[in-house]
């Protein structure tokens, strides 16, 4: 039993109802990269994965990305796309938006919008043709077939922690979940559908950052949560479910939408690129949640992300969950990573300079997320026995 699973199994127990305790409503909040969702299900992709095409993949879609390619100056015929050029083509359509004079002649604000949404569009379609979509069934999201002795251990997990804040009688205590993401996938919201009974769905008791138009094709059934009630799953960079409407934003996991529809309309998603752009209304509306949730978060927990320097907003966001270290003090950062300690710690430090010292504390380890919960849930079990 490392310190790590001890020592989040004994936060649990404090929140469990059969533990006499006073602890009162406390913010547990997941920072869940790509690996999260590897940990469930290794034919999720990774790194640069989704944004990495054959000529074959993106050429078959037809749209102006050809066009737009020659017109730049790439040879559009059997033009392989890497990660990096992928980067470089939403950078400079960024760069082209923020300042209209360094645009080549036939570029306007209307063909740019067209190149953008068809690159969100061949990412859902790389997506697709690479990993499981868990779309909605009978309003909760379905995850088919029989899950893995690792899957079990995660959604143990997840139960655990649905069960550890307490909002009865008004009188909110326990710890509250809450997850932030950079991930495009349902995996996080069908893994709470899972943990669920059949008549009850995860967006009851989840705020997303956006009031939804429409869920899935109807109203919300409810617009304005109860603090006492409910956890926050905000995605940073979009996600596949979520698309702009005229009115606002509309959350929607049916597999009901044509390739016409997706075409014309594709999921608010953030592209991989030189430098990121949050200026679009959808991320605007996120920054504020994410960065009033962090303020607010006694213990994080980072699974799967690996704080790359080159997601430096990114980093400038983390670091509002203790940026100064009397801000850490009282704080906790749970890091589990297939990493050795000595190298996520010194990730961490990178971002919070102040670890070690009377500021934050970090708690790594070293393994997968799957054996991470496994273990956490079996102490925790021996706990309120």
């Keep these: 039993m490392t310190e790590s ?7 649990l127990a404090r929140a469990h109802p059969n533990v006499p305790t006073n602890i009162p409503l406390t913010n547990v909040t997941f920072f ?46 059997n033009l392989d796309l890497s990660a990096s050029l992928f980067k470089d083509i939403v950078y400079q359509i960024g760069m082209m938006r923020k ?86 996938d349902f995996v996080l919201e069908a893994i709470l559908d899972s943990v669920l009974a059949p008549d009850d769905t995860y ?20 617009v304005v949560h109860e603090n006492w009630l409910v956890g926050n799953l905000l995605k940073i960079n979009g996600g596949f479910e979520v698309f702009k409407s005229a009115d606002g934003f509309e959350v929607d996991y049916r597999n009901q939408k044509s390739d016409a529809e997706l075409r014309l309309n594709p999921p608010q998603l953030m592209l991989a690129s030189r430098e990121q752009d949050y200026t679009q209304s959808y991320f605007r509306a996120m920054f504020p949640k994410v960065i009033r949730l962090l303020h607010e978060t006694s213990y994080l927990v980072v699974v799967g992300y690996s704080l790359p320097e080159e997601d ?3 980093r400038l966001i983390i670091r509002q969950f203790a940026e100064d270290r009397t801000d850490g003090n009282e704080k906790a950062l749970f890091y589990v990573d297939l990493s050795n300690s000595d190298a996520q710690v010194s990730k961490v430090k990178s971002v919070f300079p102040h670890v070690g010292d009377i500021g934050l504390t970090v708690i790594p380890y070293s393994g997968s997320f799957a054996s991470w919960c496994d273990a956490v849930v079996e102490k925790h079990t021996k706990l309120v026995k």
């Excluded at 699973?5 to 936060?11: D, H, I, Q």
């Excluded at 779309?135 to 959604?155: C, D, S």
């Excluded at 967006?203 to 409810?222: A, D, Q, V």
């Design 32 to 77: 869940l990269g790509a690996g999260f969702s590897k940990s469930w299900d290794s034919r999720f992709p990774v790194g640069d994965a989704l944004f990495s095409f054959s000529y074959k993949e993106w050429h078959k879609h037809g749209g102006p990305l050809e066009e737009f390619l020659a017109l730049n100056n790439y040879p559009p015929f």
């Design 203 to 222: 967006s009851l008791y989840t705020y997303r950052g956006i009031t939804p138009i429409k869920y899935s094709g109807k109203p919300p059934r409810i």
């Design 5 to 11: 699973t001890k020592l989040f199994a004994e936060l």
């Design 312 to 314: 430096a907003l990114l």
């Design 99 to 184: 300042y209209p004079e360094m645009r080549p002649r036939y570029i306007d604000d209307q063909n740019l919008d067209m190149v953008e949404k068809h690159l969100r569009y061949l990412v859902r379609k790389k997506f697709e043709d690479t990993a499981p979509m868990y779309f909605e069934a009978n309003e909760k999201l379905h995850i088919p077939g029989q899950l893995t002795m690792e899957q079990r251990a995660i959604q143990r997990l997840f139960r655990t922690l649905g069960r550890a804040g307490d909002g009865s009688e008004g009188l909110p205590r326990g710890l509250r979940a809450n997850f932030l993401t950079t991930n495009y």
